[in-house]
């Protein structure tokens, strides 16, 4: 369950997404997870638990592996997405066990995200992997590989559809494919327009036949090398970037290579990061007003993004039989 507290007593301004205003978020959040406070102000209605255990309906339990060093940043954008439901959702926020976190606080860390090892008794409806910020390294130097691979075969029966991104979209489809990722010379980085290919696919219904996407990554993964798999299925490219979203129907897989979950402003953090770092970086394609950084970013993404994770949410939803994941844990 996605729980968020006042406890920490943090405020997270940076991550305000200042164009978001849902109406309705049937996610169920604990008081003290500072995600909520960052959605309460962005106008979204947060469910509470009595609110929640009123509704004679199932929770669709979904897990988020979060692997980004900022955690909460990620999973208030995760949740966001999430709350574009009508559909009630338990989230559990989990962590590597065998890495430990030097951006993110112990205290938010023990009191709102489990490690593996503590849920792996659980099934889940949904299961998303986030990306991390090592694209360059081979996965077999990754230090939290070996329980990565462990995570990623444990979903092939305790999980009925994965949704894994960027980095994480990488590692799955390597691990279970074979396909491998090459270097770019220049960082993908900014906003790029992609094509539908699938427009009859469940996870693209109502797309645009094209449309734009968040993009930051050192690394790509192939066209030919995802066609040569069978069971794989191409569903948005860029002319630009590439592959984009690879769906796997078998397993019920998502692979997503880009950021349909950044912020407004999350490649501005990104590019000003580098600047004052003194690492090369350009400004971020078609995405500051007259490539002006001292402009206000635009988001083109944003109703994009929510179609997709509402989709997928959707397809999970009429899809997962009623008894498949385990009740919420009391």
């Known amino acids: 369950m996605i729980a968020h ?21 049937p996610i169920r959040i604990p008081d003290a997870l500072p995600a909520r406070e960052v959605l309460e102000r962005e106008g979204v209605m947060v469910m509470d638990e009595s609110t929640a255990l009123r509704q004679d309906i199932r929770p669709l339990q979904i897990a988020l592996l979060n692997l980004m060093p900022d955690k909460i940043v990620t999973e208030t954008q995760i949740a966001r997405l999430l709350g574009s439901t009508p559909l009630q959702i338990d989230l559990t926020l989990v962590r590597i066990g065998s890495h430990a976190a030097k951006n993110t606080a112990e205290e938010h860390l023990i009191s709102f995200y489990r490690t593996w090892d503590e849920i792996k008794h659980r099934r889940f409806d949904g299961f998303i992997i986030t990306g991390a910020p090592i694209e360059t390294l081979p996965f077999e130097e990754v230090a939290y590989w070996p329980e990565l691979t462990r995570i990623l075969d444990w979903t092939t029966t305790n999980v009925y559809s994965t949704f894994a991104i960027c980095w994480g979209a990488m590692a799955a489809i390597w691990h279970f494919h074979g396909v491998p990722k090459f270097t770019l010379d220049t960082k993908a980085f900014g906003v790029f327009q992609h094509r539908n290919l699938k427009p009859t696919s469940p996870y693209l219904a109502g797309f645009s036949d094209d449309f734009a996407v968040s993009v930051s990554r050192w690394t790509e993964v192939r066209r030919a090398d995802v066609e040569r798999v069978a069971g794989l299925e191409l569903l948005m490219e860029s002319p630009e970037t590439g592959v984009c979203l690879v769906s796997e ?50 988001n083109r993404w944003r109703s994009h993004a929510f179609l997709l994770f509402g989709n997928w949410i959707n397809r999970v939803y009429q899809s997962t039989p009623f008894d498949f994941a385990t009740p919420p844990e009391t």
Do not use: W
């Open 5 to 25: 507290s006042a406890a920490s007593g943090r405020v997270l301004s940076q991550v305000k997404d200042p164009g978001v205003s849902l109406g309705v978020m």
């Open 249 to 298: 129907e078998t397993c019920n897989r998502l692979y997503m290579f880009n950021h349909v979950e950044y912020d407004s402003t999350s490649l501005a953090g990104e590019y000003f990061r580098d600047v004052a770092a003194g690492k090369p970086i350009t400004v971020p394609h078609n995405y500051f007003p007259d490539d002006d950084p001292a402009q206000q970013p635009l």
